[in-house]
């Protein structure tokens, strides 16, 4: 399989270059709103430790969405912060399920968050990005390859984290492994969101870029399979959602996250902060 040590050996290969951006956001874009939507529970989880280890996790994932938007920049001739903030709705690339909201409410007006839906998709989806990654590690594309290395150390912490919450929860009340249920209803509906690779899917996996949705699919499925098996739980039935989110319709509340998120870089993209 042919192999591009860096960026100016696929530069040149429309097919390729076309196909490993589309690749690059999905993973940035989607680390970005995992990101996000920890920071929005800043105060406001179960207790202080939690507090100070998800806001941990939510800053070492929007680290890992800066190297993703990084490794975009020769590819797009745009910076990390532009890549991020500055797109137009339709260009985001993010699934579906990680742009959902925390709970009613917002951050700052009348929260009423869902602790078991933030553990039931913390598990979920560092589930699917540890699978992810070690598929990855192989990527053909060299820069690719070497990141997915280098996060998969940190990101055995922020999965054993969420395993640890499952665990405990599903363990401990009726009331518990109720709302686990049925927060685990709402998120394996937008689950398949997850390994869709949108339109560039067949050069992605034909140049060895990244691993077939089918692939991510299977192991991830059989892992999470495993962590309800564990706990006498089952595993819900997987949704059709109308759309992934990987051929840039997104929600109303993933827009206006963006939003949110790039309001102050927005007044002054030039400046220097």
Known sequence: MERFASPEAIVNRPDARTALVELLFQLADDDLFVAH???EWLGLAPHIEEDVAFSSIAQNT???ALYWYTLLEPLTGKNADD???LRPREAYRQAILVERPNGPGLFYENPSYDWAYAVVRGLAYETFKRIRLE????SSYVPLAEAA???RDEQFYH???WETWWSELSQSTDEARRRLT???RSVFHDLPTLWDLGPKAETIVRLGLGPSAEEIERKTLKALEAEFRRVALSLPPLGSPAF???EGQHTDEGWAAIQMMGEVYRMAPEAAW
């Open 135 to 138: 598929a990855l590690a192989s």
């Open 62 to 64: 929007m680290g890992h």
């Open 182 to 184: 049925e927060a685990a």
């Open 83 to 85: 890549l991020a903030y």
């Open 37 to 39: 939507r920890a920071s």
């Open 159 to 161: 999965l054993y984290h």
């Open 149 to 151: 290395l280098k996060m």
């Open 244 to 246: 992934t989110g990987r």
